[in-house]
């Protein structure tokens, strides 16, 4: 069993303090440079490819204007166009955007020395209200153009977009983590972390579906690379276009893995449906299948795979098939919320075209994936697990209690450790008549260890003089010590004085002999 060491000394780190004016000049700083930085980046990107394009005219006022719906779409907000709305937006430039905004806040909080959960607040709500603020007034600054945007859902999808990455910047620092790992027992965590393990595995399985597609499909890809245009900047722009959307076609992937599938327009695949059609000359979809194949469905053996793995890892979480069954179900859980916000994230409206809308159905996904990693992860739990009770030992000796009770259990109860488990199983119960203790004990009656340990601080010398303690009596001792001879002529005039005075005080004539009277 693991002990905290109370012997040990702590040392403590006082943050620094700051005055109001400084607090919320870090807090300023932090929440415009995070807008104005990633405006930067966004103008940048797109001044290199007006640069390298062959015939497009670069100017510094065309670039810091179209940086501002590019900045909107990175944020996530659709937008709208004359011929309809952009709403699948590319997930790549929005991680990146989330990431340079949970960076900037963790510097915040370190630099303002934040340790308590509380004091997160002020960091995340300055962030997500300054590019909620900058969000709006670019859609109202729009206006009605050739780009628009919905000023309301530009304010609250760049203040949730900011605010959760500043979140999760500062979440560690502030402890956001521990209280919510506290608040989880250990079953439950134990299913949290499995269920992040398998999402990152349908991520990792999608990631590896959409290469293989591209290697398959290799002169497919190459052919509409050097269809779209002779020229490097006409390459570096459908390179990046097809890196933006990276992110959107894996998790596409890993929903025709899972069984769920996807679809663009009238085109659906899944393993077990094919509908085919056209599809925009874009390289990145070239890693559709181009017809359906009578081994698709085969692939869902993978999640079932990754469920098993789920339960192997819950193996050992109790020995009691409730608390694993408990775990597996909460990573399932987890994995089926975390690919529910991924694929809601990834499919959107496409302009009103052939190709509208792209779809990739999230509440699906959600269930299928739930149902391949709960089934088999339970199958797994149960025959993989521990399904034996703990047993006492055969030689020890059991006393039976002279009274019978009923105990009480709580089936609540688990321990992690099985010796821990077999202990607590082996405990007896005992008589507390056996356990009495005083409880009137008078003051005199203590155990008094000062006075003990100041009448025995010294040990008696050898040649201890009885004329020292007139007042006590001493013990005959077996082997009395030597005295000299002066010394005894005195005690015993001593002896006689105080014999003396004690028939005098109870009325009796010197050296009277008490046995020799009659009785009375």
Request: proline share 6%; glycine share 10%.
């Amino acid at each position: 069993m693991l002990q905290r060491d109370a012997t040990r000394e702590v040392t403590t780190v006082r943050p620094p303090e700051f005055s109001r004016s400084e607090h919320m000049r870090v807090l300023i700083a932090a929440a415009v440079g995070s807008v104005v930085v990633g405006y930067a980046a966004v103008a940048a990107l797109l001044a290199l490819i007006s640069a390298t394009a062959t015939y497009a005219a670069f100017s510094t006022a065309g670039v810091l204007s179209a940086a501002a719906p590019a900045w909107l779409a990175a944020h996530h907000v659709p937008l709208r166009f004359d011929a309809g709305q952009l709403g699948v937006l590319p997930l790549l430039p929005t991680a990146l955007l989330m990431l340079l905004v949970a960076r900037t806040a963790a510097g915040a909080a370190d630099r303002l020395g934040l340790y308590e959960p509380l004091q997160a607040r002020g960091v995340v709500l300055s962030i997500a209200g300054a590019h909620a603020v900058v969000g709006g007034t670019i859609a109202l600054v729009m206006g009605e153009g050739v780009v628009r945007a919905t000023p309301a859902v530009a304010f609250f999808g760049c203040a949730a977009v900011s605010g959760i990455a500043a979140t999760f910047g500062v979440a560690r620092r502030c402890g956001l983590v521990e209280i919510v790992f506290d608040k989880l027992d250990p079953v439950a965590l134990h299913g949290l972390r499995s269920g992040f393990m398998a999402l990152f595995a349908l991520i990792s399985v999608g990631a590896v579906a959409v290469g293989a597609g591209l290697a398959i499909s290799w002169p497919t890809t190459s052919g509409l690379f050097a269809s779209a245009g002779p020229s490097i900047g006409v390459g570096l722009g459908v390179f990046l276009l097809c890196l933006g959307y990276l992110p959107n076609a894996i998790i596409a992937g890993f929903s025709y893995v899972a069984g769920a599938g996807f679809s663009l327009g009238g085109v659906e695949i899944s393993p077990m449906r094919f509908v085919g059609g056209d599809v925009p000359p874009v390289p990145l979809l070239a890693a559709m299948p181009e017809s359906g194949h009578v081994w698709s469905p085969v692939v869902l053996i993978v999640p079932a795979l990754i469920g098993a793995f789920v339960g192997w890892t819950c193996r050992k979480v109790s020995d009691r098939p409730s608390s694993r069954y408990r775990a597996v179900l909460v990573a399932a859980i987890t994995a089926a919320v975390g690919c529910l916000v991924l694929a809601a994230t990834a499919g959107g409206r496409l302009a009103s075209g052939a190709f509208d809308p792209v779809t990739v159905p999230a509440g699906l996904l959600a269930l299928m994936v739930a149902v391949w990693v709960l089934v088999p992860g339970v199958l797994v739990a149960w025959l993989a697990g521990s399904r034996t009770k703990a047993v006492v030992d055969g030689d020890a000796e059991f006393v039976e209690p002279d009274f019978v009770e009923e105990e009480v259990v709580d089936p609540d109860v688990v321990f992690e450790d099985d010796e821990l488990t077999d202990q607590f199983e082996q405990l007896e119960v005992v008589d507390e008549d056996e356990f009495q203790v005083e409880e009137d004990l008078e003051d005199d009656d203590y155990y008094d260890e000062d006075e003990y340990d100041d009448e025995y601080e010294e040990d008696e010398p050898e040649d201890v003089v009885e004329e020292d303690l007139p007042d006590e009596e001493d013990e005959p001792a077996d082997e009395p010590e030597e005295e000299p001879v002066g010394e005894e002529e005195d005690v015993a005039d001593e002896e006689e004085d105080f014999d003396a005075e004690f028939d005098q005080m109870l009325g009796m004539e010197p050296e009277e002999d008490l046995d020799g009277k009659p009785e009375r």
